[in-house]
Structure formats: structure tokens, C-alpha cells
Nanobody, 122 residues
Framework: QVQLVESGGGLVQAGGSLRLSCVAS????????GGWFRQAPGKEREFVAA????????YYADSVKGRFTISRDNAKNTVYLQMNSLKPEDTAVYYC???????????????WGQGTQVTVSS
């Protein structure tokens, strides 16, 4: 059992940066792959990035490659999403997720946080 809490969202101008954090409680987060998803109003939730248990593997949606970086600190039970060169189309609620399997381009993950709002102005 894992509980996830996101933080770090906010309002930023286009071209700016934010770093999102996801803190896990319960079983150690090192036992799980971590992921980030986002959902904009009127749109389905979409995959953003994923990272394996030991950080050996990462994968990104094409829309964020070169701009976003996913990382983790298992000693702190935390996964991060560094978001650079933000665009208005990045505006969404961002969700942290965890699963025993490493998944890409898939939103059927086992555990989910409540989300944090990211708004990018033009």
C-alpha cells in the first residue's frame, strides 16, 4: 500500500520553470516505478514521464522531451518532475502515480495522488 502527495504546482509565465514533488508513505517508494500524468480541462488524463525503481530507466511523452526531467530520491521516498521551458499547453492538473510495473504511455497505474495545479500564462 502506497499513499502519494504532490506539491510544487503554481502559476508561471511561459518559458519559466517549476519543480513538482511527490512524497510517498506506506511501503518504501523504492519498491515501485514512479510516473507523472496530467489532465487539462475537457481532456483525458495523459502520460508525461516514468522512472524505474532504481532510476535506471526513464521515459517521456514526446510533448515534453528535452524540457521535463523525472528523477527520484528513494532515501526520501520522493519522485520529482523538473519542468523547464513551460508552455501554455502544459497547463493542467499534474498527478503522481506508482506501480510495481514500469509502464510507458499508459495511465492504468496502481496508486495515484490527488494532483497539483500547474498554470502557464502567455
Amino acid at each position: 500500500q502506497v499513499q502519494l502527495v504532490e506539491s510544487g504546482g503554481g502559476l508561471v509565465q511561459a518559458g519559466g520553470s517549476l519543480r513538482l514533488s511527490c512524497v510517498a508513505s506506506g511501503r518504501t517508494f523504492s519498491s515501485y516505478a514512479g510516473g507523472w500524468f496530467r489532465q487539462a480541462p475537457g481532456k483525458e488524463r495523459e502520460f508525461v514521464a516514468a522512472i524505474s525503481r532504481s532510476s535506471t530507466f526513464t521515459y517521456y511523452a514526446d510533448s515534453v522531451k528535452g524540457r521535463f526531467t523525472i528523477s527520484r530520491d528513494n532515501a526520501k521516498n520522493t519522485v520529482y518532475l523538473q519542468m523547464n521551458s513551460l508552455k501554455p499547453e502544459d497547463t493542467a492538473v499534474y498527478y503522481c502515480a506508482a506501480d510495481i510495473l514500469f509502464k510507458t504511455d499508459d495511465n492504468t497505474w496502481l496508486y495515484w495522488g490527488q494532483g497539483t495545479q500547474v498554470t502557464v500564462s502567455s
